[in-house]
């Protein structure tokens, strides 16, 4: 039985990784580039209810929007926790059309409601990287449509 959970082994010790290059999700942006270069990986743990991830958004634009994840919804009503560990960014999140931003802040925790809509944007020249907690049985929606744009 594992008590403490070292964020920074997940980079190590994963049972999967998700990886997101831009012409997977050359639609959530709104400029166009000619490479693919990777937006983010997920670092995947799977502790049997719930799945513990770090995710890692490389720094970067698309035309003038930052770099970001492709952002989703849970299939069913689940909460999620991100906490953020370095770099610089913003949490978007929709709940019923209406989205809001935050600036994302090392040390706190952010609580994001089980039925939102929600994305990662690495505004900083590092990469982004949050660890995130949710019901391993929540499911992933990800043509979930967003309607802010992040640019700068």
Known sequence: MKVAIPFKDLRKHYDSVLIRKYK????????????NPIIY????????????????????????????????KH??????IYIPVAGKGILLISVNGKETTYELKKGNLYHIPGNSGHRLINTGEKPLEIITIYGKNAGHYYKFKFKRRIKG
């Open 41 to 72: 990986k997920v670092y995947i743990k799977d502790y049997g209810d719930f799945e513990e991830g770090l995710t890692v958004v490389n720094p970067g634009k698309v035309g003038k929007e930052f770099f970001m994840t492709k952002g989703h």
């Open 24 to 35: 997977e999700m050359e639609d959530s942006f709104e400029g166009l580039i000619k490479t």
């Open 75 to 80: 299939k069913k009503v689940a909460p999620e």
